[in-house]
Structures are given as structure tokens and as C-alpha cells.
């Protein structure tokens, strides 16, 4: 198979100009490249022409989750027939191990796996083992984390055909080690023996694979649906997956054992030899526990603290993580580059820190550290092609790019003139949109009475029928001008750190269904954002320089307007800060360009009408009855299932927050079913 690329409209503005210049860097072999692309540009269809152009397998990385599902949305839409995997951290929550010891306060590691993200992290893996070159992978940055050597997992796999010699016992035996568990029911990652039927169900997909064996040869291979066990199809072959990333052989455990028996006396050893008893027994227990499991099962919890040993690892020689599986010339899309590149440096250090202390104390082998994030340059090193995609990409990837072009090194001083004259190789900018929407105008106002002039200013906006979003520079600054507004008769509300997940994502749907007119925030009306119908952004204290009032964070904050015909953003600011007078020139020069190109085409600015995707289940989605109501204790089987397959559809959509919502509701029938409870609540 190959990356055929769906094309819903024809390229349009910058984006033809853009596709042929990437697409020529990246056939050329330039390491780096920078896709330059103001809000609203259509940077990922430009992005998705660049890979069908060049067919290389494609790893997208992006700073968090959401903008991660919404990415792997648009992938699936522009390549409808290729493998678009979704690869994030699997956990619904997660409290890492750790010890305190100013406290002497160990934390041992919790965690709630999400068993759905578990499933679309095999299928991953398992897709680019299996077919790389028709594959695309969006991720977080969990994916520089230790994963499990992508060797042992290739050739664990488990290869059935039918007519093949195989051993009814033999097939159980193998299926355990690959890490599957035998049981009644059948569940993502166990199978169950019916007579000479074995059923599993493998850990990358919703169906369920049976074998029939007959006179210790395979008869027949079926693909059944999980959900209602009807028949998909009756292959002569497939494939079954180990259940989890670490795995190893026999052979592999028992090296891997002796290694972590020699390891654990040297530090025993060392623990003594430092008069630290208490130390040398807690990790002489926990280390001898782990090694029982690990003999008898091929696992244990934490497995992934030896996975040096599993892996025949030097100390400290880097883990193999998601780019380990990824054939040797595949290409890397930074998207919003300005903020994930600093994320993925930073995330080493503080790892090591809390390991330290564990192996200082006894909780964890030395060998510990080696399960641990790749560090800048080990990512780096993996990386044969870069693709940076930003509305304003930070200084290190357009100084890569401009040497990707030129073998020169540049100062970051030199950058702005070299982004205005426009004529890098490998830098693209995409400044115009095929809808003719410019960049807002900006507004400068003195500091004095802002609140109040900016009250005034969203009562006159919100008379016109649209919305505002104001940045303030605390979280106690948005909640007083929140409650401020609202006494002022503006509907307001509030979005900053505190606010939970998922009342965040409501708040924003409710903005845009105007149940309320005014979003007060603090650093979250940046990147990501799409909120076509707000039309002025407000930016308190803007002369204020620092992380918030920078001239990238201003740009992306203005650019919150740029979806509206009627976009514009009020600065206030007492002095013009050299952040400020970067922004205002960079914006004004989109302005300049979009503008001309209107005049020069014809063209009417047009604004963008988006669907607003609730987190709450679609009105057409089968619901629960009044869950204040009561409830047929007869009906309830029918109703969980009913839920559960609602629950499914909608995480096979990546629509994972309506998805959690309707689990909860899975979760308190259940507890009403089992007289638990006397009563369902509905979870908004």
C-alpha cells in the first residue's frame, strides 16, 4: 500500500507555493524545514500533500492529547485508505512512583489505563511492523518514552495459517507468553479454550480471531466481530500481536533475570559497605518479589524499571521508544513547534531527579535510570527529516532550517529579516488564506481604566452578537473580571489551569453556542484554540514582558480573532515593549499580504462556519432514560450494553471526552445493578 492522499478542494492562497517548496526540500534530503502558517491557513493539508508527495512514513508529534485526536481526525480525512494511528499516553490517570524524603513519604505508582488508547498504541506498533509504508502515527510527546525493543516484539509475534501443524496445548502456552490471559469472557487481550476452539481476542483491533484446530492442524481461521459475534471474514492467515510492548522469550528472561540478580548483590553490596541496612533489605525484598513474578509469569508491575536487562542494554544507553519502530527514512512534523520542541528537551531532567531518589533509598535497582525519556540530542540523533509547523516557529528550528538550505550557522537577530524577504528553501510560509480572512487589527490603549474600557468594549461587541476572549495575567485577575462582567449583565466565565479537563472543553462549547458571550483566561487562549465566532481578543497588561507577553505569545493570542471577517484585538499597554512592537509588525505584514492578494484576486473575506463537536453524547445517540428517574431493574443489561457500544463508537472517533462521559454512566448503572446504589445520575 502506499499514502494516497484524498483531496476534498483543490489547493488554494499560499498553500500551492508552500507544497511545492516543501515537497522539494524534503525529495532533496534537507534534514529541516518550516512550514510557516498563520491560523486558519490550512497547514495540515499542506502538511498531508508534503507526505503523499514524498511517501515517507510519517511520525506527527504534537504538545498534548487534544490537539493530537484532532490531528489524527484530519489525517484520517485527507488519507481515508492508510493506517492513521493515534499514540498517546495511555493513562485515564497517572501518580508515578516517587519517594520524598524530607518526608520519608513513598508514593507508590497508580495509574487507570485507558484500555482504548492501550488498543490504538498497538495498533500503531503493530501497523508499523506490518505495513510502515502506509502508515502515519500522531503522538504526543510521550512517544520519546520507553516503549519495549521493537526487535523483540517483531519476532514475538504469532503467525497462523490455516493447514499449519500446531499443538492445541502448544497454541495456549504460546498465547500466555506473548502475555495473553485465559479467561470465560473474552476481552481486549485474553482468549478462552472451547474444546479444540481457541478464541482471543488480539490487543490492536475490536474483533475476535478463532481457531479450530483438528488432528493437531489448524482447520479454519475466523474473524468475528467482538461486539455482536457475527462473522467479518475467514482469512487462510494472520497475525496475533503480543498483548504488551515488553515482552521477551524464554531465553531472554532467563538472561534477563541473572542480570538483575548480578546487579541487585553489587548494590546490596554498596548499600552495606555505606552502613545503609534499612536501604539494602527494602531493595533486597521488592527487587527478590519482582524476579519470583517475573519467572513465573514473564512480568511483573514495573517491569518497564528493568527493561535495560530485557533489552541487553549498556548503562545508559538510551530506551527504544515509538521512533525505533519506524523504518530508517521516515519523516518527523513538529506541529506548533514553538512550544512542543521545548517540551520534548525538558522532559529528561525531571525524570531522572525522581529516580534518583528511589535508587538512593532503596525502592528501585540503578538500572532504574536507563527507563527514562529520551534526552534532546538522543531524539535528535533518531530524526533523519524535521518538518516544523508554527504560526510562529521559535528561533532553533528556523535557524535549522535556514542551515538545511545554506550550511550556515544564523543569529536569531538575523531571523526576522530573513522571514521577510522570504526566499529560503526551506522555510515556507503560508500567510495567505483561501478564504480571505486577514490578520486582526490591533488596537494599542493606555493601562489606565482597561477593566472598565474593556467592559465597555464587550458589552458592544456582544450587542453585535458575537464573542470575546480577554487575557489577563493571573488566575485571580480572570475570576474577579469574570465576576465583574457578570454583574455588569455580560454572560462571562472563566478557563485557567484549575478549571478541570473536561469542564475546560465544555466551557469552550458553550462559548461558541453563545451560552455565555465573554472568556476570561490566563495562558489558555493560545495554541489550538478554534473559535471561529470569537471576533475581538482583549490582552490586559500587555506591556508586562515575560512568558505571557511575549511577541509569540501575542501573535498566537491576536491570532484567536483571526477566524472572524471582524477580527480585531485591543493591546493595553502604557509603553510599546520590544515583544509588543514584533508582534504588531509581523501582524500587520500578514495583514499587508492578505490584503493585496484579496485586491489583486477579488476576493471577499469569507468567514469559517465549523461544527461545534459536543462533549456531550449527540442528541441521535441512543441515551439512558431520565437518570433521575427509575429505572426497569429488567432493562438494565440491555441498557449497559446499549452504553458501552455508544461509549466504543465514540473513543473509535477519537472523541475521547464525550467517551469518558458516557463510561461514567456505564459505571454508576453497574453499581445500580449490583444494589450499590439507589440511583444514576447524568455526568455533564
Known amino acids: 500500500m ?13 498553500q500551492p507555493t508552500a507544497i511545492e517548496k516543501l515537497t522539494h526540500s524534503l525529495s532533496t534530503g534537507r534534514r529541516a524545514q518550516t512550514l510557516l502558517g498563520v491560523t486558519g491557513s490550512g497547514k495540515t ?22 490537539l493530537a485526536a484532532q490531528l489524527t481526525q484530519e489525517f484520517r480525512t485527507f488519507f481515508p485508505k492508510s493506517n492513521v494511528e493515534y499514540f498517546v499516553s495511555y493513562y485515564d490517570y497517572y501518580q508515578p512512583e516517587a519517594y520524598v524524603a524530607a518526608s520519608d513519604l513513598y ?14 498504541r498497538h495498533a500503531a506498533t503493530s501497523n508499523l511492523l ?25 519476532t514475538s509475534v504469532l503467525d497462523l495459517r490455516v493447514g499449519d501443524t500446531i499443538n492445541r496445548n502448544d497454541l495456549i502456552r504460546r498465547l500466555i507468553d506473548l502475555q495473553y490471559n485465559r479467561a470465560t469472557i473474552l476481552e481486549r487481550g485474553r482468549f478462552r479454550v472451547l474444546g479444540s476452539v481457541i478464541e482471543v481476542v488480539p490487543v490492536g483491533v475490536e474483533h475476535v480471531v478463532r481457531i479450530e484446530i483438528q488432528n493437531d492442524r489448524i482447520a479454519l481461521l475466523a474473524i468475528d466481530s467482538l461486539l455482536n459475534r457475527s462473522r467479518l471474514e475467514e482469512p487462510n492467515q494472520t497475525t496475533i500481536f503480543p498483548a504488551k510492548h515488553f515482552v521477551a522469550s524464554k531465553a531472554g528472561i532467563e538472561r534477563a533475570v541473572a542480570a538483575i540478580e548480578n546487579e541487585l548483590e553489587e548494590a546490596i553490596a554498596a548499600f552495606r559497605k555505606r ?5 539494602a533489605d527494602r531493595l533486597e525484598r521488592r527487587t527478590r518479589y519482582d524476579i519470583r513474578l517475573i519467572k513465573e509469569t514473564g512480568y511483573c508491575p514495573g517491569i518497564e524499571n528493568y527493561s535495560r536487562h530485557f533489552a541487553n542494554r549498556q548503562p545508559g544507553e538510551a530506551t527504544d521508544t515509538l521512533l525505533d519502530y519506524f523504518p530508517k527514512d521516515f519523516l518527523v512534523v513538529i506541529d506548533e513547534s514553538h512550544v512542543t520542541l521545548p517540551q520534548i528537551g525538558g522532559m529528561y531532567a525531571g525524570d531522572q531527579a525522581r529516580k534518583d531518589s528511589l535508587i538512593e533509598h532503596g525502592f528501585r535497582l540503578p538500572s532504574a535510570r536507563d527507563n527514562r525519556p529520551l534526552t534532546f540530542a538522543e531524539f535528535d540523533e533518531r530524526v533523519p527529516q524535521y518538518l516544523f509547523v508554527s504560526a510562529t516557529p521559535g528561533d532553533r528550528e528556523l535557524q535549522w532550517s535556514v542551515k538545511a538550505a545554506t550550511g550556515r550557522d544564523i543569529r536569531p537577530e538575523s531571523l526576522p529579516t530573513i522571514i521577510a524577504e522570504d526566499n529560503t528553501e526551506t522555510i515556507a510560509q503560508q500567510v495567505i488564506r483561501p478564504t480571505g480572512l486577514v490578520d486582526p487589527a490591533v488596537d494599542i490603549r493606555p493601562i489606565k481604566d482597561q477593566v472598565n474600557d474593556a467592559i465597555k468594549e464587550c458589552i458592544t461587541e456582544v450587542g453585535l452578537g458575537q464573542r470575546v476572549l480577554i487575557t489577563a495575567l493571573t488566575k485571580k485577575m480572570a475570576e474577579d473580571i469574570s465576576e465583574y462582567l457578570t454583574e455588569k449583565s455580560v454572560k462571562a466565565r472563566y478557563l485557567h489551569s484549575g478549571v478541570e479537563t473536561l469542564e475546560r472543553i465544555q466551557i469552550l462549547d458553550d462559548l461558541r453556542r453563545g451560552t455565555f458571550d465573554v472568556l476570561v483566561g490566563v495562558n489558555l487562549l493560545r495554541e489550538g484554540l478554534d473559535l471561529p465566532e470569537v471576533s475581538l481578543v482583549i490582552i490586559l497588561d500587555a506591556d508586562t514582558e515575560g512568558f505571557l507577553r511575549s511577541d509569540r505569545s501575542l501573535i498566537q493570542t491576536i491570532g484567536r480573532a483571526a477566524r472572524n471577517v471582524t477580527g480585531r484585538a485591543i493591546l493595553y499597554a502604557d509603553k510599546v515593549t520590544d515583544s509588543m512592537k514584533r508582534a504588531i509588525e509581523e501582524t500587520d505584514r500578514r495583514r ?18 465549523k461544527a461545534i463537536n459536543s462533549i456531550k453524547p449527540e442528541e441521535d445517540t441512543p441515551v439512558a432514560p431520565e437518570f433521575q428517574a427509575l429505572i426497569d431493574m429488567e432493562d438494565l443489561p440491555a441498557l449497559i450494553r446499549e452504553r ?26 453497574k453499581r445500580l445493578m449490583n444494589g450499590k446504589t439507589t440511583k444514576v445520575e447524568h455526568v455533564e
Do not use: W
Open 2 to 14: 502506499s499514502l494516497e492522499l484524498f483531496e476534498p478542494y483543490s489547493p488554494a492562497g499560499d
Open 130 to 154: 506490518r505495513d510502515p509504508r502506509s502508515t502515519i502515527v500522531v503522538a504526543s510527546v510521550s512517544c520519546i518514552y520507553g516503549l519495549g525493543s521493537p526487535e523483540q516484539y517483531a
Open 45 to 66: 493539508y499542506t502538511v498531508a500533500h508534503a507526505i503523499a508527495e514524498t511517501q515517507k512514513p510519517t511520525l506527527v508529534i504534537a504538545h498534548n492529547k487534544t
Open 592 to 609: 499587508a499580504k492578505q490584503l493585496a492578494y484579496n485586491l489583486e484576486h477579488g476576493i471577499t473575506p469569507a468567514g469559517i462556519q
Open 107 to 120: 508514593i507508590e505508582k497508580e495509574a487507570d489505563i485507558n484500555q482504548e488508547i492501550d488498543r490504538l
Open 275 to 279: 552502613g545503609k541496612e534499612i536501604e
Open 644 to 669: 458501552e457500544k455508544a461509549m466504543k463508537e465514540l473513543a473509535k472517533e477519537l472523541q475521547f471526552e464525550q467517551a469518558a462521559a458516557v463510561r461514567d454512566e456505564v459505571i454508576q448503572l
